[in-house]
Each structure stands twice: as structure tokens, then as C-alpha cells.
């Protein structure tokens, strides 16, 4: 994925209705109905098999419902947001030897709500940039329990400032389990598959 596409927002990706059948901001609804890509659902939930993953485990939970991003929410949908921490708890258990991560950007690029469940280990041929990599160790990564605890308080979801967001995706590399500061994404990469044998 560009740097466009990841950091754009649901705001700024307005499509026609002639475009909408192909504009990418839309893959995930097509994702959905993958029987190839779909690893679970309930009534309400669909969890799906990222097609770019980042790391060894890389899965996308998401409504059936039309929510297009977790500015959407309101407290009415805290019933769904505790389905996908059950959903993630269990999908844990599943990986017992694996640390999973579940959140969301602060500024998703794809037009339907979704949840990011990722292994700690970020061992992916699809992590390629530097951007990847700050979307899913910075705090542009909204952790679900904070997002959660945020819906019930508020009853919304604060939406990121610009140049917050900006700042998080140039943050230096560093690596999301120990001290080591790369000097690029290949040396990141290979530096990563020494923690290997400790998190899986």
C-alpha cells in the first residue's frame, strides 16, 4: 500500500457512484465476501485474513453492519466493540505462543470499520516502509482497550489532528521489542528475526 493510501482518511476518499465498485477505499467489503480470506464470523462480525499482512499473523475484524471507521461510533455500538475484544481474546488463545496486538489507525485508509489483530513479531515481506511500520508502533495505533474505554467515557472517538498524525508517521525507526535503532527498514527487518525465537 502507498503512503497515500495509508494515511488518507475516510473523509478525503469520496467516490462517485461510478467508482465505487473499483475504488480501492472499498476492497475490504469485497474482502468480506472472500471465502478464501475469511477466517471467522458471528452474526454481526467477519474476520478476515489481511491480504497484505504485516506481520505472521495479520487477521481484519469487522462489522456487517455499514460503520465506515471508528469516528462512526457511538455508544450504542459498545455491544459490537466488546464482541471483537471477546472475538480477539479468543483468537489469542488460538496463538498461545504468539503475542497479538488488536487496535486501529487513527486515520484508516479503507471505508468500513476494522480492527487490526497483529503479532508482536512484524516478520512480514509486506512491511516494507516506514510508514507501515509507524502505523503499527506508534501511537498512531489505537490499542482496543483504549478505544473501548474512550467509547464509554465520551460516547465518541477524538479524531487525530494533522499534524499529529504526520509527526507519528516520521517518527525514527526503533524496534517495537528492544532498544536497537536501525538506520533503515532493511536493517529493522533483519534485526527483527533475532527476536523471532523469543515471541513465537
Not at 41 to 53: G, L, Q, S
Request: proline letters at 6%; charged letters at 25%; one cysteine or more.
Amino acid at each position: 500500500m502507498s503512503k497515500r493510501a495509508l494515511i488518507l482518511s475516510e473523509e478525503d476518499a469520496h467516490v462517485s457512484p461510478k467508482q465505487s465498485k473499483k475504488h480501492w477505499s472499498l476492497g475490504l467489503l469485497e474482502s468480506m465476501k472472500d471465502p478464501d480470506l475469511i477466517y471467522k464470523k458471528t452474526e454481526r462480525v467477519v474476520i478476515i485474513r489481511d491480504k497484505y499482512p504485516k506481520a505472521k499473523i495479520h487477521y481484519l475484524m469487522l462489522p456487517k453492519d455499514n460503520i465506515t471507521s471508528i469516528y462512526k461510533l457511538g455508544k450504542e455500538h459498545l455491544p459490537l466493540l466488546e464482541e471483537f475484544g471477546e472475538l480477539f481474546q479468543s483468537i489469542q488463545a488460538e496463538y498461545k505462543r504468539h503475542i497479538l496486538n488488536a487496535g486501529f489507525h487513527a486515520a484508516p485508509s479503507m471505508l468500513r470499520l476494522h480492527m487490526h489483530i497483529i503479532s508482536k513479531d512484524m516478520v512480514s515481506p509486506c512491511l516494507k516502509t516506514k510508514v507501515h511500520w509507524n502505523s503499527f508502533t506508534t501511537s498512531f495505533f489505537k490499542p482496543y482497550n483504549d478505544v473501548l474505554e474512550e467509547l464509554k467515557e465520551n460516547g465518541f472517538i477524538k479524531k487525530i489532528q494533522n499534524d499529529v498524525h504526520k509527526s507519528l508517521m516520521a517518527t525514527p525507526l526503533k524496534c517495537n521489542q528492544c532498544n536497537y535503532i536501525p538506520k533503515n527498514m532493511p536493517q529493522l527487518k533483519d534485526h527483527l528475526l533475532s527476536h523471532t525465537s523469543t515471541i513465537i
